[in-house]
């Protein structure tokens, strides 16, 4: 039997009008602590982009990694 999973977009940000940082997680709480210890990934550590400012929940991964596509498309404004 398949267990359903969720897959999430998520946005962080180092500060108030900083540097953004988009990403597709199965698991976002232990996605986020990854950033906070800096093993996230090496942009977010280098820019300190760690406090998680948005997230969006979807059912299928595909439909999470288009709409991870779709913002990084936006402008900062």
Request: contains cysteine.
């Amino acid at each position: 039997m398949w267990e359903e999973r969720a897959y999430y977009v998520y946005i962080l940000a180092s500060g108030k009008n900083g540097t953004l940082y988009t990403g597709v997680t199965n698991d976002v709480e232990y996605r986020v602590r990854q950033h906070k210890s800096g093993a996230g990934s090496r942009f977010a550590k280098k820019y300190g982009v760690d406090k998680l400012v948005y997230f969006e929940e979807f059912g299928e991964v595909g439909d999470a990694i288009h709409r991870e596509k779709c913002i990084k498309k936006w402008k900062r404004v």
